[in-house]
């Protein structure tokens, strides 16, 4: 019989279920045994009771009862063994907007995924933040996620308990976020907030190839298996005549792809979006179609623009914007939009 372990969660392992950790920690659990200690408060996150469904943040510590004698599990190692090539060790590093001795901004470049996958090697965020230790002993880890295609404001913790402070402050909402968007046609009205639920329908393969999620009717939400209420709120800020639009995108709940699902829903997908709004077909001009064809990228045109937060140690109020990638950049000046022409945030100036 194994003694009381006390093993913390790394930042590869952030946002997997309790369950799924323990079973890839300890193979020889079984699920029943895993919701049992659970259920007995035998497993504990930071000191806490957690159910077997809790989602981990990088940095906590889960307390293992004994256990009985097995050989030893494998355990996955803190870093990849892989060393980032000096271009992408160049690119990460070049990608910091602002950090101090707790935390870490990043302006994510589009096509970089934050944490790895089937095939992705070390070349994500997490995977790259051993450039970005900057004289701490120990990598920085990811306190939230962004798309593969999503470009933009990316924060990281350079300490567990400035994880885990920060995790709490997402979770219960007291960070405001802004995404910036050209979406096809122009939605009406100019502003509204879209309630569908999501739900994650199947991909194709075995390794769930496609997987996408499912815009659910608010009233049909709570019958849905799967399914979670999500909120956006969207504002047009400039149009290209009936074709295309400037939106901003305040995110109230986070489930994933929810911006582009919703958009979508609403028959204005984000420009580029293959996966929600058909890349290869042309937008005929009635909001359909995600491709606006001629030299505007085909790229996905969603950018995490902006974060309000309270600083996790200081309380400060801290305020963050990240600049346009370039091909979105390039899209806007095809348009004529111009930064300095819209509000910073036309949530908070519409009341």
């Not at 149009?239 to 109230?252: D, E, K, N, T």
């Not at 309270?310 to 346009?324: E, I, R, S, W």
């Amino acid at each position: 019989m194994s003694g009381v372990q006390h093993l913390q969660v790394s930042g590869d392992e952030a946002d997997m279920r309790l369950d799924r950790w323990l079973r890839k920690r300890f193979p020889q659990l079984g699920q029943g045994m895993i919701e049992r200690m659970c259920r007995k408060g035998e497993v504990r996150l930071d000191g806490a009771r957690a159910r077997a469904n809790a989602r981990l943040a990088g940095g906590q510590t889960v307390r293992i009862p004994p256990l009985p004698d097995v050989a030893p599990p494998p355990v996955p190692p803190a870093l990849s063994a892989a060393v980032p090539s000096d271009a992408d060790a160049a690119m990460i590093r070049a990608a910091v907007l602002w950090k101090d001795e707790h935390l870490i901004v990043l302006n994510k470049p589009p096509g970089l995924p934050s944490q790895g996958g089937s095939g992705q090697g070390h070349r994500h965020v997490d995977g790259l933040t051993r450039e970005l230790m900057f004289g701490y002993k120990d990598r920085p880890v990811l306190v939230h996620r962004l798309d593969k295609d999503t470009s933009g404001l990316l924060l990281l913790a350079r300490t567990p308990r400035v994880a885990r402070r920060l995790s709490e402050a997402f979770r219960d909402r007291s960070t405001r976020k802004l995404y910036w968007a050209a979406v096809a046609g122009v939605p009406h009205p100019a502003m509204g907030t879209i309630r569908y639920g999501l739900v994650k329908a199947p991909g194709r393969g075995a390794s769930g190839e496609g997987e996408r999620m499912r815009c659910i009717h608010p009233d049909r939400v709570a019958d849905t298996e799967g399914a979670k209420p999500a909120r956006t709120d969207y504002a047009v800020l400039e149009r290209l005549g009936s074709r295309a639009a400037w939106v901003a995108l305040r995110p109230v709940t986070g489930r994933t792809h929810q911006l582009r699902a919703h958009m979508a829903e609403i028959g204005h997908p984000i420009v580029g979006d293959g996966k929600y709004g058909g890349s290869g077909q042309e937008n005929p001009g009635d909001g359909w179609g995600a491709s606006l064809g001629g030299a505007i990228s085909r790229k996905l045109h969603l950018h995490a623009r902006a974060l309000w937060l309270a600083h996790p140690v200081t309380g400060k109020a801290l305020h963050f914007t990240a600049p346009l990638p370039e091909h979105m950049a390039r899209s806007w000046a095809a348009f004529d939009w111009r930064e300095g022409d819209v509000p910073e945030d036309p949530f908070v100036e519409a009341g």
